[in-house]
């Protein structure tokens, strides 16, 4: 079974910077596109960013571009997003997913990102 | 960006009823590559449905979606007790990706 374990979330302040890991297994890593989605508190789901098979190509919502890098080593079965100039609005439960013809189809269980002073 | 309205917000049913989901686009889903998910407290989203109308893995028949263009629903048969949840679509068609706010199925 697809396991995806997130890990890296906090307390940040406002302008901060934040690392967010997910490690894969059980699964062929590095043949699927990856993405980020997220979850505000009480929210609905947004999408973040994705990236293909080779991290040769990475997307992102305009919300969060020039400020999150997402980034994958293949070799270690792992997913990172680097979160920089954080803001209130980021704060939010992060899931990475296995991203299958645009369709989220495996999800770990998320880790909480909070923005606050 | 492709919105998606899904209503009712709360669907108030029984064991054993049938739910209907309703899920509006903005504009036109290319290809119909609309999906559907479940969430409970705590959880991650579970697909359950993608293309319109293809069940996931492991996903009972008492699932259904259907529709085209704007408009797309999501069929519960019969609900279970497990079935009671917020359900989620989401638009693969256009770019950037987005999700329905949710409509939350709780037991009557």
Do not use: H
């Not at chain 1, 505000?40 to 960013?49: D, I, R, S």
């Not at chain 2, 889903?29 to 479940?38: G, I, P």
């Not at chain 2, 917020?86 to 987005?98: A, D, E, F, W």
């Amino acid at each position: 079974e697809v396991q995806l374990v997130e890990s890296g979330g906090g307390l940040v302040q406002p302008g901060g910077s934040l690392r967010l890991s997910c490690a894969a297994s059980r699964f062929p890593f590095s043949t699927y596109w990856m993405s980020w989605v997220r979850q505000a508190p009480g929210k609905g789901l947004e999408w973040v960013a994705n990236i293909n098979q080779d991290g040769g190509e990475k997307y992102y919502v305009d919300s969060v571009k020039g400020r999150f890098t997402i980034s994958r080593d293949n070799a270690k079965n792992s997913l990172d997003l680097q979160m920089n100039s954080l803001r209130a609005e980021d704060t939010a439960v992060y899931y990475c997913a296995t991203d299958s013809y645009g369709v989220f189809d495996y999800w770990g269980r998320g880790t909480l990102v909070t923005v606050s002073s | 960006e492709i919105v998606l309205t899904q209503s009712p917000g709360t669907l108030s049913l029984s064991p054993g009823e049938r739910a209907t989901l309703s899920c509006r686009a903005s504009q036109s889903v290319s290809s119909n590559k609309l999906a559907w998910y479940q969430q409970k407290p705590g959880q991650a989203p579970r697909l359950l449905i993608y293309d319109t109308s293809s069940r996931a893995t492991a996903i009972p028949d008492r699932f259904s979606g259907s529709g085209s263009g704007t408009d797309f629903t999501l069929t519960i048969s019969r609900l279970e007790p497990e079935d009671f949840a917020v359900y989620y679509c989401l638009q693969y068609g256009g770019s950037p990706r987005t999700f329905g706010r949710g409509i939350q199925v709780e037991i009557k």
